[in-house]
């Protein structure tokens, strides 16, 4: 006999969502649980290092070396390797296909779609995304008038106290977009295109995170 449905439930593990440390996500700010802080990720373009000349790559390491010196933070670099979604790509083949009136090379055409689909199938290429995580954690110090009377006398903190209203929140919000725009300029110098992540993209970064089969399928349950 089964057992019923509120034992079932009650011996259930607990939701993934509660393993998250993600309290909520607003205004393109990630809000972390427990008065964690706040985070806000920036998506970086990439450059061929290895085809630069090595006056270039001097200069690039030196500027590199330049702008992590001048940070008073820290920072995150995250990169992202998914397989290569050549779906649209493919798309834009068949219709090239379908409004071409020369056979011959209707047929090209088609033997090349065949072509980039054998090879991305066999070579399994992936593409690379590169995120750049801008942390703030607003310190006990700074908060110690609103949550000295929460705090045991002689007890050490446990870390800062959960947001208490919007006011606060956009007070914090300030100070990270402060050191939002300090590492978009230092990566602009050198040579890279840098944009902050807004709300709905998070939500699809965090989806694809911890969602990666799904997502795959997702991307690649386009028509051909």
Do not use: C, H, W
Not at 110 to 116: H, I, L, N, Q, S
């Amino acid at each position: 006999m089964p057992p019923p449905p509120s034992a079932a439930r009650k011996r259930a593990g607990p939701a993934a969502q509660e393993f998250l440390l993600v309290e909520t996500i607003r205004d393109g700010i990630i809000v972390l649980k427990a008065g964690l802080g706040l985070r806000a990720v920036l998506m970086a373009s990439s450059l061929n290092f290895a085809l630069k000349a090595e006056e270039e790559q001097d200069a690039l390491i030196f500027q590199y070396e330049n702008f992590l010196n001048s940070l008073d933070f820290p920072l995150q670099i995250v990169v992202q390797s998914r397989r290569l979604n050549i779906g649209p790509y493919l798309e834009t083949l068949v219709q090239r296909q379908k409004e071409e009136t020369n056979e011959l090379l209707k047929v090209q055409v088609g033997e090349y779609m065949e072509f980039v689909k054998t090879f991305v199938e066999l070579s399994q290429v992936v593409s690379k995304t590169f995120y750049v995580v801008v942390p703030f954690q607003p310190s006990v110090v700074e908060r110690r008038s609103a949550i000295t009377k929460a705090l045991p006398f002689f007890g050490p903190p446990r870390g800062a106290a959960p947001l208490a209203d919007d006011g606060e929140f956009a007070q914090f919000k300030n100070q990270l977009l402060q050191r939002v725009d300090t590492v978009i300029l230092g990566l602009r110098r050198l040579g890279l295109r840098v944009t902050q992540l807004d709300t709905d993209e998070l939500i699809e970064l965090f989806y694809i995170l911890y969602n990666p089969s799904e997502s795959q399928k997702v991307s690649e349950a386009k028509p051909e």
